[in-house]
């Protein structure tokens, strides 16, 4: 069965520092991984997916995330991180033969001065 | 191109009331799904529909039924709503199962008293 896992439920970095929220996932095929994003009162963004090909991947707003096959992790990496950035994050990971994306329980992200 | 829209944003409901809450999507996708959104719990999917006329169970259907009579529209009903409904809804849609992007409506609150 698939599964994902943030080990982080909150994280708080200073404005300007760089940011790594982590991601795990069980998947028995290739999977398909994507990070979505959830401002305050809002629905879910897509920040960037992982379907194959090179490893690092980069998305909206300075967010970047690399495959590694071997630790089974999709962590989501940021240089430097602003006010803006505060938000819920959400990774997912699906695949070929399934319906629906299996989701993370989310790793809050406050940003302070 | 609205995307994917909700109606309605906010609701409260006194306990064995029923209601439905409308999905509406103009992107031409064939999947759609509902999720409910609860603090620590990430998101956990209701139902979901493969296309127009199809439904099927997801994670936490108890409670809840849904209809998919035309494609762009999913709706998700409680018919008789309890306090353990109450939570954040969100609908999404894709052009396929989990190997595509979601795409997810700005969600709607409900409180059930």
């Known amino acids: 069965a698939q599964s994902v896992t943030q080990p982080d439920i909150h994280i708080t970095v200073s404005e300007g520092a760089s940011l790594e929220l982590r991601c795990n996932y069980s998947?028995?095929?290739?999977?398909?991984l994507f990070w979505y994003v959830q401002s305050p009162g809002q629905g879910l963004q897509l920040l960037l997916k992982?379907?194959?090909?090179?490893?690092l991947v980069q998305g909206i707003k300075g967010f970047e995330a690399e495959f590694k096959r071997s630790q089974s992790s999709f962590n989501l990496r940021k240089p430097s991180v602003h006010w803006s950035d505060a938000a819920e994050y959400f990774c997912?990971?699906?695949?070929?033969?399934?319906?629906?994306?299996?989701f993370g329980k989310g790793t809050s992200l406050l940003v302070t001065p | 191109n609205a995307g994917v829209t909700q109606t309605p944003k906010f609701r409260v409901l006194k306990t064995g009331q029923s209601m439905t809450l409308l999905c509406a999507q103009d992107?031409?996708?064939?999947?759609m799904y509902w999720y409910r959104q609860d603090p620590g719990m990430g998101l956990r999917l209701i139902h979901y529909?493969?296309?127009?006329?199809?439904?099927a169970k997801g994670e936490v259907p108890d409670g809840y039924n849904v209809s998919r009579l035309k494609k762009q529209n999913f709706l998700l009903g409680l018919e008789s709503a309890a306090p353990s409904q109450t939570s954040v809804y969100f609908c999404a849609s894709a052009t396929s199962g989990s190997s595509e992007t979601q795409y997810f409506g700005p969600g709607t609150r409900l409180l059930v008293l």
């Open positions: 998947y028995g095929a290739t999977p398909y």
């Open positions: 529909s493969v296309g127009e006329g199809t439904t």
């Open positions: 997912a990971v699906g695949g070929n033969s399934g319906y629906a994306l299996n």
């Open positions: 992107m031409n996708h064939e999947y």
């Open positions: 992982y379907f194959s090909g090179d490893t």
